[in-house]
């Protein structure tokens, strides 16, 4: 299935249709779902929720890999990072969520913006925003994560803003071998530089991660880029 653009996407188009038009949101929802040729919304999420790129990605991913979800800003990578974690939950497996950046009620919004239930993962799901999430911390954090979890942190470049923090390349290669190690999955959500031009060429790619410091990203197994709705899946 092809939609003109992700479903989170779609739903906050109907959330502003909504407003603006002053019409229930039910009403907007399907109005959306009319232009992607769906009789109503319900069929439309019931026909994405089969089969998601994030159900595509975990296929490829292995105990002990480390990935990249890179993106500019706005073009969903923290979403597509937390649709891996609910696809690995529905699994089974437990997903951790280290963030830099978000309130546990921010992730929770999330959560329901890519249609999950925050509910039904309570018992496999954790959020951690400590100020101090570094390599170490997230390492002692998981000492005990049974094999085949997946962790999201966000995002690569916070790592080492702390002058305390080890260097970004030291940090990277700990968490590669605990990776390894443990048989965990590490998602890093990335930055892409600025330089990126959409118009040159349609995602960005390695040479294209903001790098303030020096990283070998031959550390990272797999890559996830996305533009403007599209996802491009790469070895690294």
């Not at 997230?138 to 916070?158: C, F, H, K, N, W």
């Amino acid at each position: 299935m092809r939609l003109s653009a992700p479903v989170y996407q779609l739903k906050r188009r109907a959330r502003l249709l909504s407003r603006r038009e002053k019409v229930p949101l039910h009403e907007a929802l399907d109005r959306m779902a009319a232009k992607e040729g769906f009789a109503s919304w319900s069929l439309l999420a019931a026909k994405a929720a089969e089969a998601t790129p994030a159900d595509s990605l975990l296929e490829r991913l292995l105990p002990g890999d480390m990935v990249l979800v890179a993106a500019r800003p706005g073009q969903g990578k923290t979403l597509m990072s937390l649709e891996l974690a609910v696809a690995a939950m529905k699994q089974g497996n437990r997903a951790v969520f280290f963030t830099l950046e978000y309130m546990h009620a921010d992730i929770l919004n999330r959560f329901r913006d890519i249609g999950a239930d925050p509910a039904d993962f309570d018992h496999l799901f954790e959020f951690d925003n400590s100020y101090a999430i570094s390599a170490a911390y997230i390492i002692e954090a998981l000492r005990s994560a049974p094999r085949g979890t997946l962790a999201v942190i966000d995002y690569l470049q916070l790592l080492d803003q702390k002058r305390d923090n080890p260097e970004l390349m030291v940090q990277i290669r700990a968490l590669r071998s605990f990776a390894r190690e443990r048989g965990l999955v590490l998602v890093f959500i990335s930055q892409v530089d600025r330089a990126f031009d959409p118009a040159r060429k349609p995602f960005p790619d390695m040479g294209d991660i903001r790098l303030p410091n020096p990283l070998d990203l031959s550390l990272f197994d797999k890559a996830c880029f996305l533009n403007k709705g599209e996802i491009r899946f790469q070895a690294t």
